[in-house]
């Protein structure tokens, strides 16, 4: 599958910013998908994943627990998150990811086998 992630931009804090990422060549709903980033000098960290086996279950990071919402639309191959309350500390290439299989560790970079280009999210002070 190939993964094209779009929506960053330069945000103040306390703005909302919403990231998109389209999926192509594969079956959509067969796949979990996910979002990480990846702030300068920093490993690559979870963000939120959602599933489609139960029902769109979701999973995010203690950090933007409450502020961010990710979401997918079938029908357009598309993941959404919805960023609200930006801080600067979310600064950051947001990345999103797919994979097949259940039963591995979401929340772990390494457990995703297709990843999109990135795209960057800056939050001034």
């Known amino acids: 599958v190939q993964l094209q992630a779009s929506g960053g931009g330069l945000v103040q804090a306390g703005g909302s910013l919403r990231l998109s990422c389209a999926a192509s060549?594969?079956?959509?709903?067969?796949?979990?998908m996910g979002w990480f980033r990846q702030a300068p000098g920093k490993e690559r960290t979870f963000v939120a994943y959602?599933?489609?086996?139960?029902?769109?279950?979701?999973s995010y990071a203690d950090s933007v627990k409450g502020r961010f919402t990710i979401s997918r639309d079938n029908a357009k191959n598309t993941v959404y998150l919805q960023m609200n309350s930006l801080k600067p500390e979310d600064t950051a290439v947001y990345y999103c990811?797919?994979?097949?299989?259940?039963?591995?560790?979401?929340?772990?970079?390494?457990?995703?086998?297709?990843w999109g280009q990135g795209t960057l999210v800056t939050v001034s002070s």
């Open positions: 060549g594969r079956t959509f709903s067969g796949f979990v």
């Open positions: 990811a797919a994979e097949q299989r259940q039963w591995v560790v979401l929340t772990s970079a390494a457990a995703y086998s297709y």
């Open positions: 959602i599933n489609n086996y139960n029902g769109g279950r979701t």
